[in-house]
């Protein structure tokens, strides 16, 4: 089989997921129209790649297109191609995916997007291989096998009028259903450390140094509703932040939006865990409220408030505070804040909370940066 059309790399050894693949196996024998379905970032469009390289077309064109990307009338011409002046600006035939696909197969994501008028001419040429390209009358013939994948309800839909029954018959000759990653926790370990040392070559550094312990069982604890896809961008960011090569990495920031400045209405994060399994969560005081006593904050004489002052005291606590839930491990005291460890040190030079402490030392405090910037 040529390099080029090696089917990809599916990472994983879970029940779960050793089972799909031997499904995967299996259907891709099959001349037959099949649906890929699972939740975002579970890697649908490997799966149909997959399945197209392990079967006899594999040396075929394997062509994808994106169906919720693009508008109903732009849809169709892409699936179908056009002739000269079928519309407005069409000034030569195009070209559309089926014939480019011809003998090959097909990957249509998110194809619950597509319109009834779309899925009705893709009907026709799962029924009978044929079509004509928009403005056109010549029938054309194909042989494309159609791999549907989306991660809506099918059979809702169906049963709402907003999908084709029909359609929806033929697809489903076969189902492949890719398990979250939340069902396979084997792999999260094996994948993290795949996406870890790839990211490292990508940088220029020497190795890997592995995840902390604190760090593998965040890792392990998190809901990961970005599924994989989710675990590679978190995994790529710890790896990029760690401020040292040589060191376990022990910082994991699941929201990179997670500030203690964020505007209220980004809460596309906020289902993620803030703190590690077992820690107690993390109480930030929140600004009062006109007319909630803020008129406290005024000096008795009726002199004007010292905004700046209060401002500052109001993150030295903060900093403080984090410091003493983590034992003054300034890493954990960090990722408690939503900071990374470098603006992290940077308050703590701004409010010159660097001081050495008189007793015993944290496990894992930076003792050559402290050295450095006590």
């Not at 970005?226 to 790896?239: F, I, S």
Request: glycine share 8%; aromatic share 8%.
């Amino acid at each position: 089989m040529p390099a080029a059309a090696s089917p990809p790399s599916l990472i994983g050894q879970a029940p779960a997921f050793t089972a799909l693949m031997e499904h995967v196996s299996q259907a891709a024998a099959l001349n037959r129209p099949t649906l890929v379905i699972g939740e975002r970032g579970t890697g649908k469009e490997l799966v149909a790649a997959r399945l197209h390289y392990l079967s006899p077309r594999w040396d075929r064109p394997f062509i994808k297109l994106n169906c919720a990307a693009l508008s109903e009338t732009l849809l169709e011409t892409e699936l179908f191609g056009h002739e000269a002046g079928a519309f407005t600006g069409a000034q030569k035939r195009h070209v559309g995916r089926f014939e480019l696909a011809d003998g090959g197969t097909l990957f249509l994501d998110e194809i619950a997007t597509a319109s009834l008028r779309v899925q009705e001419k893709i009907l026709r040429i799962i029924e009978y291989g044929e079509f004509e390209r928009v403005g056109g009358t010549q029938t054309l013939s194909v042989d494309v096998r159609v791999v549907g994948a989306t991660n809506a309800d099918l059979p809702r839909l169906a049963d709402e009028g907003k999908f084709r029954a029909d359609l929806l018959d033929r697809l489903c000759f076969d189902v492949l259903t890719i398990p979250p990653l939340r069902a396979r926790p084997e792999d999260i370990p094996i994948l993290a450390e795949h996406f870890a040392v790839a990211m490292v070559k990508e940088l220029g550094k020497p190795f890997f140094p592995g995840f902390a312990p604190h760090a593998q069982q965040r890792l392990l604890a998190y809901p990961w509703p970005g599924n994989v896809r989710e675990l590679k961008n978190v995994v790529e960011r710890a790896v990029y932040r760690a401020p040292e090569s040589d060191r376990a990495i022990e910082e994991i920031v699941f929201d990179p939006f997670k500030s203690p400045w964020r505007p209220t209405q980004m809460a596309i994060y906020d289902t993620a865990p803030a703190t590690p399994p077992g820690a107690t969560p993390v109480t930030v005081a929140q600004p009062p409220a006109p007319g909630d006593g803020v008129e406290r904050l005024w000096p008795a004489d009726g002199g004007a408030c010292d905004f700046l002052g209060k401002v500052a005291d109001f993150e030295k606590a903060l900093l403080r505070t984090a410091l003493e839930r983590n034992q003054f491990h300034q890493k954990r005291a960090a990722a408690d804040l939503g900071l990374n460890y470098h603006q992290f040190r940077g308050y703590l030079r701004k409010y010159e909370l660097l001081e050495r402490r008189s007793g015993p030392r944290a496990v894992g405090e930076d003792e050559e940066a402290e050295r450095e910037e006590a």
